[in-house]
């Protein structure tokens, strides 16, 4: 738990700093087309990518606490799935901005959030 908790906010960090990147350039792209016209998905996924971080770094923290408190354990539970949620959503959505479906590119956003969710249920279980 402690280890993917780790990766969580690693991969929250850098997702966060992506998906402001994402924004800004959108916008730039925009500026300098001089038009929104087919901005709507390119916000949408940058945006979801920025949100998906920031609960990625949230559930992180709150994995490290639960490694010292176990009764935090079930709440770990529900922000792994939230973050399974989450990562389905983005790869729906870039799979309609005209992306290919790759199941090892589904198989690894699951991987450290299904590892989360194992360890969180491994604490409850000691509990």
């Given at each position: 738990?402690?280890?993917?908790?780790?990766?969580?906010?690693?991969?929250?960090?850098?997702?966060?700093?992506a998906g402001v990147i994402?924004?800004?350039?959108?916008?730039?792209?925009?500026?300098?087309?001089?038009?929104?016209?087919?901005?709507?998905?390119?916000?949408?996924?940058?945006?979801?990518?920025?949100?998906?971080?920031?609960?990625?770094?949230?559930?992180?923290?709150?994995?490290?606490?639960?490694?010292?408190?176990?009764?935090?354990?079930?709440?770990?539970?529900?922000?792994?799935?939230?973050?399974?949620v989450v990562s389905i959503?983005?790869?729906?959505?870039?799979?309609?901005?005209?992306?290919?479906?790759?199941?090892?590119?589904?198989?690894?956003?699951?991987?450290?959030?299904?590892?989360?969710?194992?360890?969180?249920?491994?604490?409850?279980?000691?509990?």
């Open positions: 738990m402690k280890i993917t908790s780790i990766l969580m906010i690693a991969g929250g960090i850098i997702a966060g700093i994402a924004i800004l350039g959108v916008s730039t792209l925009v500026a300098l087309a001089g038009s929104a016209e087919g901005a709507g998905l390119l916000y949408a996924s940058s945006i979801i990518v920025t949100i998906a971080s920031i609960i990625e770094i949230i559930a992180g923290v709150k994995g490290l606490k639960a490694c010292k408190a176990p009764e935090l354990a079930k709440k770990c539970v529900t922000w792994g799935i939230l973050i399974v959503i983005s790869m729906v959505i870039g799979l309609i901005g005209g992306g290919e479906f790759s199941i090892s590119n589904l198989a690894l956003n699951l991987l450290v959030p299904g590892l989360y969710i194992y360890g969180a249920l491994q604490i409850k279980s000691a509990e």
